[in-house]
């Protein structure tokens, strides 16, 4: 399984980035698409998800109403649209997916991508 992230990158606050991650080489349902990020020094945090096949976007608390996930089924692709970028919002950007055959669950993580907002 690969996840292809792209769309990071150096953005001025106040500004818009957007996101997507693809994934290739499934062999199960995907349940779960999203995103995390890690900011220097910190742990892991949860920035959106979505659960198949119209499952209400969860959002981390420091993101909501800045941020939004959707998601391509037919394409297995998942977008992060970042609005009114903050420099708190530096991170490394990692995409997630989790699924489920009949004999077990499924966890992958992209491999990152940067987002750098200058105050």
């Known amino acids: 399984v690969q996840l292809v992230e792209s769309g990071g990158g150096l953005v001025q606050a106040g500004g818009s980035l957007r996101l997507s991650c693809t994934a290739s080489g499934t062999t199960f349902s995907i349940n779960t698409m999203g995103w995390y990020r890690q900011a220097l020094g910190k742990q892991r945090e949860l920035v959106a998800v979505l659960t198949s096949p119209n499952g209400t976007p969860n959002y981390g608390d420091s993101v909501k109403g800045r941020f939004t996930i959707s998601r391509d089924n037919a394409k297995i692709t998942t977008y992060l649209q970042m609005n009114r970028l903050k420099p708190e919002d530096t991170a490394v950007y990692f995409c997630?997916?989790?699924?489920?055959?009949?004999?077990?669950?499924?966890?992958?993580w992209g491999q990152g991508t940067q987002v750098t907002v200058s105050s």
């Open positions: 997630y997916i989790m699924g489920f055959d009949f004999v077990r669950q499924y966890d992958y």
